[in-house]
T-cell receptor, first 114, second 111 residues
Framework: NAGVTQTPKFQVLKTGQSMTLQCAQDMNHNSMYWYRQDPGMGLRLIYYSASEGTTDKGEVPNGYNVSRLNKREFSLRLESAAPSQTSVYFC?????????????FGDGTRLSIL | RKEVEQDPGPFNVPEGATVAFNCTYSNSASQSFFWYRQDCRKEPKLLMSVYSSGNEDGRFTAQLNRASQYISLLIRDSKLSDSATYLCVVRLNQAGTALIFGKGTTLSVSS
């Protein structure tokens, strides 16, 4: 069972470069999320997609864009990477928003920006 | 005041010990509550949801006190494999998506 798959696992960028983090889930979930996790901080929501065709900003959306390509895939794009975006990025999915729907996480992308 | 606060620890306990973690949340409109577990350099995984009546899953017991805005997790008979960071997580309302994560409490169980 793959669950939530993120690519790449690791990436080093130079300031100003762009890149797209990919996420795919095979659980037929409607909702998908992107978080970042920094040392000493809790996970913070960047963007989410309640269902195919919709996306909304989370707590820390600046510097990022997202695309819900289809029900399975939700990508995160850094248009012009900055050192402050060095972080571990987690994609997650859930059957639906709200209530006690658990979120299932991918194993993360470790991104360093020099 | 931070929205979800946890004692960062670390909690260092021997195998077989009972250990309790506490968590407070600031928004009284919070509706759903969870404990997630995160191993070093791994993704968070749901440990258990926390319901108003309290709930138990094997060696793990979770309690919720809405009046005090307080959540707890009790681990009995600690195992080496319980060593991890435990994240307290709160959802602000039923319809919304905002899961607020605490920074986590680190547990180290030694033999």
């Amino acid at each position: 069972n793959a669950g939530v798959t993120q690519t790449p696992k690791f990436q080093v960028l130079k300031t100003g470069q762009s890149m797209t983090l990919q996420c795919a889930q095979d659980m037929n979930h409607n909702s998908m999320y992107w978080y970042r996790q920094d040392p000493g901080m809790g996970l913070r929501l960047i963007y989410y997609s309640a269902s195919e065709g919709t996306t909304d900003k989370g707590e820390v959306p600046n510097g990022y864009n997202v695309s819900r390509l289809n029900k399975r895939e939700f990508s995160l794009r850094l248009e012009s990477a900055a050192p402050s975006q060095t972080s571990v990025y987690f994609c997650a999915s859930s059957e639906a928003l709200g209530g006690y729907q658990p979120q299932h996480f991918g194993d993360g992308t470790r991104l360093s920006i020099l | 005041r931070k929205e979800v606060e946890q004692d960062p620890g670390p909690f260092n306990v021997p195998e077989g010990a009972t250990v309790a973690f506490n968590c407070t949340y600031s928004n009284s409109a919070s509706q759903s509550f969870f404990w997630y577990r995160q191993d070093c350099r791994k993704e968070p995984k749901l440990l258990m949801s926390v319901y108003s009546s309290g709930n138990e899953d094997g060696r793990f017991t979770a309690q919720l006190n809405r009046a005090s805005q307080y959540i707890s997790l009790l681990i009995r008979d600690s195992k080496l494999s319980d060593s991890a960071t435990y994240l307290c997580v709160v959802r602000l309302n039923q319809a919304g998506t905002a899961l607020i994560f605490g920074k986590g409490t680190t547990l180290s169980v030694s033999s």
